[in-house]
């Protein structure tokens, strides 16, 4: 899809957008209909068609919205000159409330897109899933492995890539799917961030910062 050059076409085009985040956010992508869409976005069903060929065109639009500005957060969040001087266990902490607080805010999307891929896999989708996964993987090991010394796992970089993965998993399930509704309680995200901190920093055998 070009992007639109007008002001008033990019203007539809992102009502389009923000009914489909909507939408998402009450129901599955598959229950919602073209007609519903472009009633929230106050626009017809004609404007939907001279931009989407169909509903799965405005999902694969979200999905590469979504890769684009996550990747740009992504980097300016691991910025090595942002955790100058941090100990490993506060850039751990950080990445797993980053990743609990996006999961919750994106939720209907990412779902969307989880049972989009689940159901009908597509290679665009699944390259942009990798392509997302290795970069965030690559940078965050990058930055763990500055800080080596404070890590006692003998496989550093293996702890950091199966840490992720935990975190990645269990946060997509829990919050996506609803299975932390399997422990008793039902833990907030504050509780499930601490807890897959305190997890994955197990698994590191991260060295307590020694106090000056």
């Known amino acids: 899809m070009r992007p639109p050059q007008q002001a008033r076409s990019r203007a539809t085009l992102h009502r389009f957008l923000e009914a489909a985040l909507e939408l998402l956010g009450e129901r599955r992508f598959e229950e919602a209909s073209v007609a519903e869409i472009a009633r929230r976005a106050g626009a017809s069903v004609g ?3 001279t931009r989407f060929p169909d509903k799965k065109a405005l999902l694969t639009h979200l999905n590469d919205r979504l890769f684009e500005q996550g990747r740009e957060q992504w980097d300016a969040f691991l910025d090595p000159a942002r955790w100058q001087g941090r ?24 779902r969307a897109l989880s049972l989009h891929a689940r159901s009908r896999p ?91």
């Open 47 to 49: 404007a939907f068609y």
């Open 87 to 110: 100990h490993a266990a506060e850039v751990v902490a950080a990445v797993v409330r980053r990743i609990v607080h996006k999961r919750r805010a994106n939720r209907g999307l990412l």
């Open 122 to 212: 597509d290679p665009a989708f699944a390259e942009h899933a990798s392509a997302m996964n290795n970069h965030v993987h690559q940078r965050l090991r990058d930055l763990l492995l500055r800080r080596r010394n404070e890590i006692g796992h003998p496989d550093p970089e293996r702890a950091i890539s199966f840490g992720l993965m935990l975190v990645d998993g269990a946060t997509r399930e829990a919050i996506l799917f609803g299975e932390a509704a399997l422990i008793p309680g039902k833990p907030s995200d504050a509780v499930l961030a601490r807890e897959l901190t305190c997890v994955w920093l197990a698994y590191l055998r991260v060295k307590p910062r020694r106090r000056k």
